[in-house]
């Protein structure tokens, strides 16, 4: 594995994978990667001919107040697992690489609508730095697919619409979420957790199964199911952000009779900001 950080050598080695026809994978990090993260990388390699992988911890998207200077950075172990798992490049820029002009002065990319429900409304900004950093990201590697992890659901749904909106000619790919043993979603914020909150971090997912049921039984008290959900919450130690049930398909409010719906949660354990979803087609 070959790791690189300016764009001249980023551009050179794409082109000649290019240059040969061969089919490029793109999984875009901030490092600290952990299982989910290789799970990507493990699909990239079986879908195509050359995996890249990206590492920069992006200052857009962190709000004031969150934890962009104490973002855990590991990346002499990142680069070990990369290597284990057959990655062919690492790009890792810095922040002057991909804004020259500063954050402030970049140019951005907004998708409307999707990026401030939810997540968006309790992080105003957030989707347009992810949106602008992973259309930069797709600008500078121009893969032929991309790999997202499906617990980060509304950052999917962000970067899908970004691909067709932009008629960008690349395949987004959305994987289940890999979990703990005992449900919890892994995430490089999990290492926040006390061992106490770590014990009780996992009721997060016990909940959305518990309203996940519900709704495969025919209940469609939304409202109810919601307000059920945050107490679980609560009492498990919890302080919810949201609890939301949407349309799987454009996280939009459902109608009654909807089918395809998720379930989607943000709650704080202590300080650490935890995320999860749950499908309930």
Known sequence: METVCDLASLRQRINGWRGAGEKIGLVPTMGNLHEGHLALVEAARKRCDRCVV???VNPMQFGEGEDFASYPRTLDADQRKLEAAATDLLFTPTAATVYPQ????????EVPGISDILCGASRPGHFVGVATIVCKLFNYVQPDLALFGEKDYQQLMVIRRMVDDLAMPIEIIGLPTVREADGLAKSSRNGYLSPAERRQAPKLYETLGVTARALKSGERDYALLEAEGQEMLRSAGFTPDYYAIRRAEDLQPPDPDERDLVI????????TRLIDNLNAA
């Open 102 to 109: 500063g954050d402030q002065a970049q140019t951005r990319v």
């Open 54 to 56: 990206s590492i920069f």
């Open 264 to 271: 989607l949660a943000a709650a704080f354990m202590g300080t």
